[in-house]
Each structure stands twice: as structure tokens, then as C-alpha cells.
């Protein structure tokens, strides 16, 4: 079966260094400009038009009732098709672009539930105390509502991690790439094992942080 | 109406950031300029001025882009640091944008996006071990085929486990044995028209072939001869090259790696059908071949 998974690790650490660290720039780009996205993507299905609300309901359906990868090839090969302006987009930008959509649609129903779960007497209260609806979002919502998004926020970061290898489908530098590049060094299934336990690793550390995250949200309660 | 006023910001403000996002996320790492000299390559005269379609819109813009899946050496395949492109269809990619003096960009992605990426004008040309088939012929133009005339790269066999290779003497011993193929390559044709009975199981990549072959999901795989003796020796005595290669002479012109653009385009391809040609009766493709498998270290020839 040729060299064993150490050996193969051993030998090409640096490629796998470098596609973890890919992995981790596309998830955290996604997940960034998927919060700030999604973010207004919530502000928009809590408004109280119906046509907005029915809007931000089909984005969400659509991103999160389709998968990923066929995303991805459509804004790889149909985006710019479909809008000559967004032609100038390399294919790293598609793929990040369709990452960023994909991640905003989960972000903005984490961020609709975590609103929505701060009870509504608070909002009443505020209302009948003369505050304007958004001031009341601003100083009695929104903080106690940070409390239930930001642990889910970090979950979504874990996801994407291990979403975004679906972009070495389009040979972008992630971690799963390098089963390519050492598939072309004809060695095919060491590359697995190596590229299963690092996910694994990084995912249990961050989990661990969201965990202990938790629990230091959780002491004004 | 201030609610109004609200939302058309909101939306503005969305939009300007999915165009926003695009250009700040950082430049594309893998779609490369390609570097290979031509110079001292003979090239054939080819008359360009009755250029229509996409090869008028390449001469138009002086780029050409190939589609390619970089994971088939020494044909295509990435160097170590996931940037550098090279193998032998790239040097005849190159050789080509030469002869029609305009620069060379090549685009990676998967096998299976290869052909998509003609049909969408994401790339005009698409070079990846394409052999000729007739729906793929029916879907998008081919031009004829061009190979090495080095025994290697005309060579295509099966690769089965050293365990076996006693036990299946022809193509006819395979009969309702699963048989693996990359979807869409030349093995996949070869497969189909010289083992009928067999069942075949299509592949994305080759890596997961090899894989299917190691844990005895199939009996056999099909690939190039350089390929399987490579894997033979990385496998370290499990895998081995079959001596039952596949029959080529059924194929005529369309023996080889065809290349393949968008079904209409037939200026571009009787354009590449001129250097193609050209390319065949000068064995212009042996030197890029070898220097292919020289820069990969793969073994070649015969044993």
C-alpha cells in the first residue's frame, strides 16, 4: 500500500499546513461577511413588510434548501453569465462568494431566533416607556440577544470549516486540495486519514472555546 | 415612508457588498499564466483571418483560456505548492496560444466541470485527457487526436491487484466484473467499447479509482500504462499493471486526447485540427510528453 499515514504527513507537512490555513482563511471570510449579510438579512424577515419578510423567506429557503456544491458551480459558471457587471470575478471569488451567501442564510436565522427568544414583555416594556423601537433594539434587545447568537455564531464557524471543502472541487488551496496535489504524487489514501484528523483536531479545539465561551456568557444569568 | 427609506439603504447596501465582497477577498491563487517555451518548436502556417466565434473573441482579447483538471500526471497535474501548473497537454496548450499569438491562461477545476466550463464561456478550449466519444462529439466539437508516438503514451491498459493477475488472461475473463474508469476519459470509452460486458463503475478522480481497485470494490481499473506502473510501484507490490492493454487502432484519426470547445464553434477547432496535424506528423508531442514525464520522474516505455 506504499508509505504509511505518519510517513506521508512527515514528508509533506508544509502542503498540509498551508491547506489548513486556506481552510481557515475561507471559512472565517465567509463567516464574517455571512454575519454582517445576514445580519440585515434578519433585520429585513423581522420588519413588518410583508413583501421584505417574503423576500428574506426565499433567500433563506433557497440557500439553505439547496446544497452547497450546486451553489457553487452556479455562481462559478452562472453569475456571471447572468450578470455581465460581476464577470471581472476570478474563480476563488465565486467560490467565496457562494460561501459567503450560503453562510449569511444560516447566520440570519441564527440571528432571527436569538431575537426572537428575548422575551417580548422586555419589548413591550421599553415600548411603554417611551423608547422608539429602534433605541429599544438597540439598548434591551440586542445585547441580551448577543448572548444566544454569539455561541451559535461559533458553531457556524466550526460548519463552515468543514463546508468550505467542498471549494477544492474547484482546486482552490483548502485543506481537502491537497488530496489532489498527493493524488498526482500517486499516493491516495494516506492523504485521507491526515486531512480526517486534522478537521477533527481543529474542530474539537474550537468547540472546546465555544464551550468554555459559554460558560463565561452564561455567568449573568 | 422613513420605513421606505430604510429598506431601499438596507438593500443598497447589500448589494454594493455582494459586489463589494468579490473584489475584496484576495486574488485568485490557482488560474495562472502558463510558462513553457515554444520557441525552438517547429509551427505550422495557419491562415486566421476567416476567424469566427470564440476563436475571433481569443485573437480579439489575445487570451486564451483552457480548462483543465489538474489531477492526471504527466498529463495535467499541480506542482507541490498547489500554483504551479505543468504536463504535457499544458505544453501543447501553450504551444497552441503560441501559434495563435495570444497568451495562455489555464483554469483548474474538476474533471466533470471541464466540459461545463466551454459550454458556459468560462473557457474556450478544454484540454484534459479527453478522448472522443460519440454523445460528447453529439454535445460539444472535438478535434481529431493527438498523442505520443512513444510507446507510453499510446499505451493504455488495465491495472488490476498482483493477487489477480493470474487469474483474468483477456478483456473477456472481466464479463459482469466491476471495471473503473474516470467518468468521461479516454478509459471510460475503452472500457465501454472493448469490454461490453463488463460493469462499468465511473470515477471522479483517479485517486478514488486506485482506492476502489485497494479495497476490492472492482476487479480492474482502466488508465495509461505510465499511470499504472507508476501506481504499481507506490503501491508497493499490491497493485499491478495488467499486460491486457486496450486496442487502439479502432479509433483512426480520433485516436488519442481530443481537444474540445463549445458545439458551433467549428473555426476554433478547424484551427486546432491545422496544428494538430501538424503535431502528429512531426511527433511534436513526444518531446512535451517526455519532458513531462522526466519533470514527474514517472517511468515509461516498455518494461
Same mark, same amino acid.
Given at each position: 500500500? #506504499?508509505? #504509511?499515514?505518519?510517513?506521508?504527513?512527515?514528508?509533506?507537512?508544509?502542503?498540509? $499546513?498551508?491547506?489548513?490555513?486556506?481552510?481557515?482563511?475561507?471559512?472565517?471570510?465567509?463567516?464574517?461577511?455571512?454575519?454582517? $449579510? =445576514?445580519? $440585515?438579512?434578519?433585520?429585513?424577515?423581522?420588519?413588518?413588510?410583508?413583501?421584505?419578510?417574503?423576500?428574506? &423567506?426565499?433567500?433563506?429557503?433557497?440557500?439553505? =434548501?439547496?446544497?452547497?456544491?450546486?451553489?457553487?458551480?452556479?455562481?462559478?459558471?452562472?453569475?456571471?453569465?447572468?450578470?455581465?457587471?460581476?464577470?471581472?470575478?476570478?474563480?476563488?471569488?465565486?467560490?467565496?462568494?457562494?460561501?459567503?451567501?450560503?453562510?449569511?442564510?444560516?447566520?440570519?436565522?441564527?440571528?432571527? &431566533?436569538?431575537?426572537?427568544?428575548?422575551?417580548? =414583555?422586555?419589548?413591550?416594556?421599553?415600548?411603554?416607556?417611551?423608547?422608539?423601537?429602534?433605541?429599544?433594539?438597540?439598548?434591551?434587545?440586542?445585547?441580551?440577544?448577543?448572548?444566544?447568537?454569539?455561541?451559535?455564531?461559533?458553531?457556524?464557524?466550526?460548519?463552515?470549516?468543514?463546508?468550505?471543502?467542498?471549494?477544492?472541487?474547484?482546486?482552490?488551496?483548502?485543506?481537502?486540495?491537497?488530496?489532489?496535489?498527493?493524488?498526482?504524487?500517486?499516493?491516495?489514501?494516506?492523504?485521507?486519514?491526515?486531512?480526517?484528523?486534522?478537521?477533527?483536531?481543529?474542530?474539537?479545539?474550537?468547540?472546546?472555546?465555544?464551550?468554555?465561551?459559554?460558560?463565561? $456568557?452564561?455567568?449573568?444569568? | 415612508?422613513?420605513?421606505?427609506?430604510?429598506?431601499?439603504?438596507?438593500?443598497?447596501?447589500?448589494?454594493?457588498?455582494?459586489?463589494?465582497?468579490?473584489?475584496?477577498?484576495?486574488?485568485?491563487?490557482?488560474?495562472?499564466?502558463?510558462?513553457?517555451?515554444?520557441?525552438?518548436?517547429?509551427?505550422?502556417? @495557419?491562415? !486566421?483571418?476567416?476567424? %469566427? *466565434?470564440?476563436?475571433?473573441?481569443? !485573437?480579439?482579447?489575445?487570451?486564451?483560456?483552457?480548462?483543465?483538471?489538474?489531477?492526471?500526471?504527466?498529463?495535467?497535474?499541480?506542482?507541490?505548492?498547489?500554483?504551479?501548473?505543468?504536463?504535457?497537454?499544458?505544453? !501543447? /496548450?501553450?504551444? @497552441?496560444?503560441?501559434?495563435?499569438?495570444?497568451? !495562455?491562461?489555464?483554469?483548474?477545476?474538476?474533471?466533470?466541470?471541464?466540459?461545463?466550463?466551454?459550454?458556459?464561456?468560462?473557457?474556450?478550449?478544454?484540454? /484534459?485527457?479527453?478522448?472522443?466519444?460519440?454523445?460528447?462529439?453529439?454535445?460539444?466539437?472535438?478535434?481529431?487526436?493527438?498523442?505520443?508516438?512513444?510507446?507510453?503514451?499510446?499505451?493504455?491498459?488495465?491495472?488490476?491487484?498482483?493477487?489477480?493477475?493470474?487469474?483474468?488472461?483477456?478483456?473477456?475473463?472481466?464479463?459482469?466484473?466491476?471495471?473503473? /474508469?474516470?467518468?468521461?476519459?479516454?478509459?471510460?470509452?475503452?472500457?465501454?467499447?472493448?469490454?461490453?460486458?463488463?460493469?462499468?463503475?465511473?470515477?471522479?478522480?483517479?485517486?478514488?479509482?486506485?482506492?476502489?481497485?485497494?479495497?476490492?470494490?472492482?476487479?480492474?481499473?482502466?488508465?495509461?500504462?505510465?499511470?499504472?506502473?507508476?501506481?504499481?510501484?507506490?503501491?508497493? *507490490?499490491?497493485?499491478?499493471?495488467?499486460?491486457?492493454?486496450?486496442?487502439?487502432?479502432?479509433?483512426?484519426?480520433?485516436?488519442?486526447?481530443?481537444?474540445?470547445?463549445?458545439?458551433?464553434?467549428?473555426?476554433?477547432?478547424?484551427?486546432?485540427?491545422?496544428?494538430?496535424?501538424?503535431?502528429?506528423?512531426? /511527433? @511534436?508531442?513526444?518531446?512535451?510528453?517526455?519532458?513531462?514525464?522526466?519533470?514527474?520522474?514517472?517511468?515509461?516505455? %516498455?518494461?
Amino acid at each position: 500500500m #506504499g508509505p #504509511g499515514v505518519i510517513e506521508v504527513f512527515l514528508q509533506y507537512w508544509p502542503m498540509f $499546513l498551508n491547506g489548513l490555513l486556506g481552510t481557515l482563511k475561507y471559512a472565517a471570510i465567509a463567516v464574517f461577511f455571512g454575519s454582517v $449579510l =445576514g445580519a $440585515l438579512v434578519a433585520m429585513c424577515s423581522l420588519s413588518k413588510n410583508k413583501i421584505i419578510r417574503f423576500i428574506c &423567506s426565499v433567500y433563506v429557503n433557497v440557500l439553505r =434548501g439547496t446544497p452547497l456544491l450546486v451553489q457553487m458551480y452556479i455562481a462559478y459558471f452562472f453569475v456571471p453569465l447572468a450578470f455581465e457587471s460581476l464577470s471581472f470575478l476570478a474563480k476563488e471569488q465565486c467560490v467565496i462568494l457562494s460561501l459567503i451567501l450560503n453562510s449569511s442564510a444560516y447566520v440570519s436565522e441564527i440571528f432571527r &431566533s436569538g431575537i426572537n427568544a428575548v422575551d417580548k =414583555g422586555q419589548t413591550e416594556a421599553a415600548r411603554s416607556l417611551g423608547m422608539t423601537s429602534v433605541h429599544c433594539m438597540q439598548k434591551i434587545i440586542l445585547p441580551q440577544a448577543i448572548k444566544n447568537i454569539l455561541p451559535a455564531l461559533a458553531n457556524e464557524y466550526i460548519a463552515m470549516i468543514k463546508e468550505t471543502s467542498l471549494a477544492g472541487t474547484f482546486m482552490l488551496y483548502e485543506l481537502m486540495y491537497t488530496r489532489t496535489l498527493l493524488a498526482n504524487k500517486f499516493l491516495t489514501w494516506q492523504p485521507l486519514f491526515i486531512i480526517a484528523a486534522i478537521y477533527l483536531l481543529c474542530t474539537m479545539v474550537l468547540s472546546k472555546l465555544v464551550g468554555m465561551m459559554e460558560k463565561r $456568557l452564561s455567568v449573568s444569568d | 415612508m422613513k420605513k421606505i427609506k430604510l429598506t431601499a439603504i438596507l438593500l443598497t447596501v447589500l448589494m454594493l457588498m455582494l459586489a463589494g465582497c468579490g473584489s475584496t477577498a484576495p486574488k485568485n491563487t490557482v488560474t495562472s499564466a502558463f510558462d513553457y517555451d515554444t520557441s525552438e518548436i517547429a509551427k505550422p502556417e @495557419i491562415d !486566421l483571418s476567416n476567424a %469566427e *466565434g470564440v476563436l475571433k473573441d481569443v !485573437l480579439d482579447k489575445g487570451v486564451l483560456v483552457v480548462a483543465t483538471a489538474p489531477d492526471n500526471p504527466p498529463y495535467e497535474y499541480v506542482a507541490d505548492d498547489g500554483k504551479t501548473l505543468s504536463g504535457s497537454e499544458l505544453f !501543447l /496548450a501553450k504551444y @497552441i496560444a503560441d501559434i495563435l499569438g495570444v497568451e !495562455l491562461q489555464i483554469e483548474t477545476m474538476d474533471f466533470g466541470a471541464v466540459l461545463t466550463a466551454v459550454d458556459t464561456g468560462k473557457a474556450d478550449l478544454a484540454m /484534459a485527457g479527453f478522448g472522443w466519444k460519440k454523445d460528447r462529439a453529439e454535445n460539444f466539437e472535438l478535434s481529431i487526436g493527438y498523442h505520443s508516438s512513444t510507446a507510453g503514451s499510446s499505451c493504455h491498459c488495465l491495472m488490476v491487484r498482483t493477487e489477480d493477475l493470474e487469474k483474468y488472461d483477456s478483456f473477456d475473463d472481466f464479463d459482469g466484473q466491476m471495471v473503473a /474508469a474516470q467518468a468521461g476519459s479516454l478509459h471510460q470509452m475503452y472500457v465501454e467499447d472493448q469490454m461490453p460486458n463488463a460493469v462499468l463503475e465511473l470515477v471522479s478522480g483517479f485517486d478514488q479509482a486506485i482506492l476502489n481497485l485497494s479495497t476490492k470494490k472492482v476487479e480492474a481499473l482502466a488508465t495509461s500504462c505510465s499511470v499504472a506502473r507508476q501506481y504499481a510501484e507506490q503501491s508497493g *507490490g499490491t497493485l499491478s499493471k495488467s499486460p491486457l492493454e486496450f486496442d487502439l487502432s479502432m479509433y483512426g484519426a480520433y485516436e488519442g486526447t481530443v481537444v474540445g470547445a463549445k458545439k458551433g464553434e467549428t473555426s476554433i477547432i478547424d484551427v486546432m485540427n491545422q496544428i494538430l496535424t501538424f503535431v502528429n506528423e512531426n /511527433a @511534436i508531442y513526444d518531446g512535451m510528453y517526455q519532458q513531462a514525464l522526466d519533470e514527474t520522474g514517472m517511468i515509461d516505455g %516498455e518494461e
